[in-house]
T-cell receptor, first 114, second 116 residues
């Protein structure tokens, strides 16, 4: 079945540091890929998405590129802020028969210190 | 516009009691989903409703769990005879339509269930 593996946290960075959170997936066909973010005390929010190979999703300075050859969708940001502290989830939506079930990674807690 | 809303935001119950969790999807969204977020298991799919089709209940962990969606809008997730392992955050999501891999699911704030 489909699966998502993302880098274990927690990740602690200083403000303005470069961020990478690795995400790789296993799926048949051509899934869509997502990053969701959960700020403290809040629900899941869609951060960005990519629906086909080589697409780049971007939002709020975050980027991720859908790499089919490496089955990856790594999240990057050039300069993090304290307000980026949150839990980040990589997820995929399969293209097979159950193409409505999101499969999530376990989440990566990011803490950005001033 | 209004997002997905869920109630209650927090629920504390005693082991063996029944609980009902409510979800109001975004207006016009025909697809509705329930997920569970727990420390040990991460985020897991529970159930999916799409229009008038039979729901996909394949993610429900036991027959103590059930869900319905009335009038194609509001959904209720019911857990009977709650157990301590049911403690988790229950998330509801909705989307415009399913059957496409580009469909985006929008999540509510969740209901935190604690079973004592």
């Amino acid at each position: 079945g489909d699966s998502v593996t993302q880098m274990e946290g927690p990740v602690t960075l200083s403000e303005e540091a470069f961020l990478t959170i690795n995400c790789t997936y296993t799926a048949t066909g051509y899934p869509s890929l997502f990053w969701y973010v959960q700020y403290p005390g809040e629900g899941l929010q869609l951060l960005l998405k990519a629906t086909k190979a080589d697409d780049k999703g971007s939002n709020k300075g975050f980027e991720a590129t859908y790499r089919k050859e490496t089955t990856s969708f790594h999240l990057e940001k050039g300069s993090v802020q304290v307000s980026d502290s949150a839990v980040y989830f990589c997820a995929l939506l399969g293209s097979g028969g159950s193409n409505y079930k999101l499969t999530f990674g376990k989440g990566t807690l990011l803490t950005v210190n001033p | 516009g209004a997002g997905v809303s869920q109630s209650p935001s927090n629920k504390v119950t005693e082991k063996g009691k029944d609980v009902e969790l409510r979800c109001d999807p975004i207006s016009g969204h025909t697809a509705l989903y329930w997920y569970r977020q727990s420390l040990g298991q991460g985020l897991e799919f529970l159930i999916y409703f799409q229009g008038n089709s039979a729901p996909d209940k394949s993610g429900l962990p036991s027959d103590r769990f059930s869900a319905e969606r009335t009038g194609g809008s509001v959904s209720t997730l019911t857990i009977q005879r709650t157990q301590q392992e049911d403690s988790a955050v229950y998330l509801c999501a909705s989307s415009l339509a399913s059957g496409t891999s580009t469909d985006t699911q929008y999540f509510g704030p969740g209901t935190r269930l604690t079973v004592l």
